[in-house]
């Protein structure tokens, strides 16, 4: 199951809107512990890839200017699932929150020093608004195309991390090493790709073919790209946002289609650094004739 949702809420009093990237992390791990308390503990002490992203949206963006949240007003987060198990842990739990809703008696949640009413959630798909929606890997598989490229739309900061620095731009070949490694640890068994060793073995000479021909024939051809700070508390994380139009052609047919897969992907699965505290949220845009 792939789950791509929006949650709004209402804080209970005006706060500045710090770290919010963090608490929300925080609040998604305590939802999900209310149904499953050993899920949520694997999911906190893993050390790879999580099965969940989390993306602020703009009014939520800690960047240099102080963000506030505002008593009273809505507000929405979107947060996305790799995996039933955790999926249906989170809308049991939603279900709590948000099922009996009225103005004065709905149960609160804490968001670092607020308390916020948790109000809708929205993971249905329609023309309007592709940023939500519901499917399956094997639907995902059978939706995706041989093209020839396409445009992605970075919605939530794009950074990935280089040994002890932040590189903040949309490289074709981390983000598609980012989605397969995705895929690869979550999809159904028999779905699989076969490029679980190639993306964790840097040394295996299918992964070097695999990454080098990205990086060598996947070109950036054009794009609109500018940076956002995140704030994190002790240190910031600089992203791009904005859109690129990557182009590759010259692959043979079941490249393409690998290819448009992952984008299509990559709608659920974010890319990068801190996908799951905000960053790296995407989604693919249909080339206009």
């Not at 505002?70 to 099922?99: H, M, P, W």
């Not at 904005?242 to 043979?252: S, T």
Request: charged residues 20%; aromatic residues 10%; positive net charge.
């Amino acid at each position: 199951m792939l789950v791509a949702g929006k949650l709004t809420f209402i804080p209970q009093k005006t706060e500045p809107a710090n770290q919010m990237a963090r608490h929300w992390h925080a609040v998604l791990l305590q939802m999900i512990a209310q149904n499953d308390p050993a899920l949520a503990t694997e999911l906190h002490n893993v050390s790879g890839v999580k099965p969940f992203t989390i993306g602020l949206t703009p009014e939520l963006l800690s960047t240099n200017k102080p963000t506030i949240l505002r008593q009273g007003q809505e507000y929405t987060v979107r947060i996305t699932f790799l995996d039933r198990k955790v999926a249906e842990a989170f809308n049991k739990s939603l279900l709590y929150y948000t099922q009996n809703f009225t103005e004065s008696s709905n149960p609160l949640i804490t968001l670092g020093k607020n308390q916020v009413m948790l109000r809708t959630w929205q993971a249905t798909f329609n023309d309007t608004d592709r940023w939500c929606q519901t499917t399956t890997y094997e639907q995902l598989l059978n939706e995706a195309v041989a093209s020839n490229g396409c445009e992605i739309r970075i919605v939530t900061p794009l950074s990935f991390r280089r040994g002890n620095i932040n590189y903040p731009f949309p490289d074709p070949e981390l983000m598609f090493k980012s989605w397969l490694l995705k895929w690869e640890n979550f999809a159904p068994t028999h779905l699989l790709l076969g490029q679980r060793e190639a993306m964790e073995s840097p040394k295996n000479p299918h992964e070097a073919s695999l990454l080098d021909k990205i990086n060598q024939e996947v070109a950036i051809s054009d794009y609109n790209l500018k940076t956002v700070t995140i704030d994190y508390g002790k240190y910031m994380i600089k992203g791009s946002v904005g859109w690129i139009r990557l182009d590759w052609h010259r692959f043979p047919a079941h490249m393409r289609y690998l290819f448009d897969l992952l984008v299509r992907f990559g709608q659920f699965a974010g890319c990068g650094y801190k996908s799951t505290m905000g960053l790296g949220q995407t989604i693919k845009v249909q080339r206009k004739p």
